[in-house]
């Protein structure tokens, strides 16, 4: 259960992480790569944030993502200029790819009949056990 403090923290970090990422991507020269937060997730002690970030192309997903959490410390202290008069610390920041979209396309592909996993068992992941 997350508390107003946690979802107001979580929309200030996920607003102006939204901008920093942006324009990290194009000045690194990545101008046609888009880059969005879809979700903050804060713990209870507020000294960490989970950012779930979708990029559109895809192709670019894995190797974005290791740029940024490279790039942690760069990232955390240009957030906190932007949150100075709203945030006392910045919490710890750990990344993460937001695969929903990825998730929702293939249910709607099934749901057409495009793609049936019932002919095609392959289209179905493997079930980890844990």
Do not use: C, W
Request: aromatic share 4%; glycine share 6%; net charge positive.
């Amino acid at each position: 259960m997350e508390t107003q403090r946690q979802k107001k923290i979580a929309g200030i970090i996920q607003k102006d992480m939204a901008e920093v990422l942006q324009r990290a991507a194009t000045d690194g020269g990545l101008k046609g790569t888009l880059i969005s937060v879809s979700k903050v997730y804060i713990t209870s002690d507020l000294s960490i944030a989970k950012v779930y970030v979708s990029i559109f192309p895809n192709d670019k997903a894995s190797e974005l993502l290791e740029g940024m959490k490279s790039n942690e410390p760069l990232i955390k202290h240009e957030l906190a200029q932007r949150t100075r008069n709203q945030l006392r610390r910045v919490p710890h920041l750990t990344f993460y790819i937001d695969d929903s979209l990825d998730y929702i396309d293939g249910i709607e592909k099934s749901l057409k009949g495009e793609e049936n996993p019932i002919e095609n068992r392959d289209l179905l992941d493997k079930r980890k056990k844990s």
